[in-house]
């Protein structure tokens, strides 16, 4: 059985982030989401969080499972004997930074494969971080992620005042 990673801090989880998962169920047998607990990022949602609104974004996709992990990517690779890991470009500055990521993980993991698929065009210009800011100010996400991400971000935004 082929395995692929998909790791990332999904916080929260996108529409952007979702396109990528489709596309990749496809190519691999088994796709797990790995959701980093700790990003560098101060996160607005829980890991705990993250990943069940992960869960319920890919609940009708049967070959995509999720689970958080705390440790380096290459190892949570390994754990889940994973043969390519996949990640999501949106622009030019993302591939800079795969590519330092991507010549790291080589040399710490060889069998590792990194597999990168452009975002499509409805996605380009989609992150975590710009979908909290538009929701803070009262911007209208609908269309950005998952009703039940929607939903969650309203929530939280109204817990933080």
């Known amino acids: 059985m082929t395995i692929a ?3 990332g801090s999904f916080d929260p989880i996108t529409n952007g ?22 990003p560098n990022k101060h996160p607005l949602f829980t890991a705990a969080e993250r990943v069940e609104l992960v869960r319920k ?8 499972e999720v689970e958080s992990f705390n440790t380096l990517t290459i190892e949570f690779a390994k754990k889940k004997k994973a043969l390519a890991m996949v990640r999501g470009l949106r622009m030019g500055a993302d591939f800079e930074r795969e590519f330092d990521m991507a ?3 080589k040399r710490l ?11 499509s065009a409805d996605y380009q210009f989609l992150s975590s971080t710009l979908l909290k800011e538009a929701a803070t100010l009262g911007g209208d996400i609908k269309n950005l992620v998952p009703q039940h991400v929607a939903t ?3 929530k939280k935004m109204r817990e933080a005042k």
Do not use: Q, W
């Open 5 to 7: 990673i998909y790791p």
């Open 17 to 38: 982030h979702l396109d990528i998962t489709v596309r990749a169920a496809k190519l691999f047998e088994k796709l797990i989401i790995g959701v980093y607990e700790s």
């Open 57 to 64: 974004a890919i609940k009708n996709m049967p070959n995509v």
């Open 103 to 105: 010549m790291m993980n």
């Open 109 to 119: 993991f060889p069998d590792l494969e990194l597999v990168c698929l452009m975002a």
């Open 152 to 154: 969650a971000l309203r």
